[in-house]
């Protein structure tokens, strides 16, 4: 598959992401809602930055390595993208709840460097 049909496939998945994070903001209290409300908050947030992030790591390596070497590395962008969902909701998670200090942010955003780190050395032994 051509990097154009990864791009739109990715795009209209983070499109209906975005919709849904939207609706939900829009039409869930959470007051009302409770744990549930806050789980699709969360978990809808999460969909959309990752397909969000993705698209902006392909945009990043299309421009700087061209479009043919962007294609092999679908893989690791969309890797990357989710890892910096993960740290984002993670971080907000922590600061709703109350427990963001800068070391416990940093702990997390050096495990999430550390799991990237990984899957880079893993990549490269092949």
Do not use: N
């Amino acid at each position: 598959m051509s990097l154009s049909a990864h791009l739109w496939i990715i795009r209209v998945i983070t499109a209906a992401m975005l919709c849904v994070f939207l609706s939900v903001v829009w039409y869930v209290d959470p007051d009302v809602s409770g744990v549930v409300g806050v789980l699709f908050f969360f978990g809808s947030l999460f969909l959309f930055l990752s397909g969000a992030c993705t698209l902006f790591l392909l945009w990043l390596r299309k421009k700087s390595l061209g479009e043919w070497r962007a294609l092999d590395s679908v893989s690791v962008s969309v890797r990357q993208g989710f890892l910096l969902a993960v740290l984002t909701t993670s971080l907000l998670l922590l600061e709703i709840y109350g427990m963001l200090v800068w070391w416990s942010g940093l702990i997390l955003t050096g495990g999430i460097f550390f799991i990237e780190l990984f899957y880079l050395i893993k990549s490269s032994d092949k």
